[in-house]
């Protein structure tokens, strides 16, 4: 549930229509588990956001300062740095995984572990968290440039070079 909330009178509403969702769901044989309710509050109304709560089944919801939905982590400034963050941690774990794992450094085999394992993670949802910042963008990035010279042949070659050997795009491109 989504609403803009600016003034207290906001705040009351979005309770009532939380209220109802929940009298909905008794109703329909439907038990929420109050725990895993979550708000996140952003936005320039620091009275509203330190000053009201929310509730349900008589516990209040507590505010969080990251949110993770589907696999995508968003901070409570609107931005998904802290995801950015965890994708590229993710990605470094599992390209030194691959690397302390298989001998091999070979062309096919690396192109393969590197599209089935680590690729799907930086893309993941990435139409909605796109980064923007210089610095996410790099972050990303240099998980390629990385795992793409540790592969037999290409060492001699700079990233672009590497990319076009290995037919491959930037993150960024892509």
């Not at 109802?20 to 979550?38: H, V, Y």
């Not at 609107?78 to 794992?101: A, D, E, N, P, Q």
């Not at 610095?135 to 998980?143: Q, S």
């Amino acid at each position: 549930m989504k609403m803009q909330i600016e003034t207290v009178d906001d705040v009351a509403l979005l309770q009532q229509d939380l209220n109802c969702f929940l009298s909905w769901a008794k109703d329909n044989n439907m038990k929420m588990n109050g725990d895993k309710f979550e708000v996140m509050r952003y936005g320039p109304l620091l009275d509203i956001k330190e000053h009201t709560k929310y509730q349900a089944h008589q516990q209040n919801i507590t505010p969080k300062e990251y949110v993770r939905d589907l696999g995508v982590t968003m901070s409570a400034d609107g931005t998904f740095s802290h995801h950015i963050h965890l994708i590229t941690t993710t990605g470094r774990k599992l390209t030194g995984w691959i690397l302390r794992t298989f001998q091999t450094r070979e062309r096919s085999c690396m192109l393969t572990l590197w599209k089935a394992l680590v690729l799907p993670r930086l893309e993941y949802c990435c139409q909605l968290w796109s980064p923007h910042k210089m610095g996410d963008i790099m972050r990303l990035e240099t998980l390629q440039r990385t795992f793409n010279s540790r592969i037999a042949g290409l060492q001699q070659l700079n990233y672009w070079e590497r990319l076009n050997e290995l037919k491959l795009y930037s993150l960024q491109r892509r």
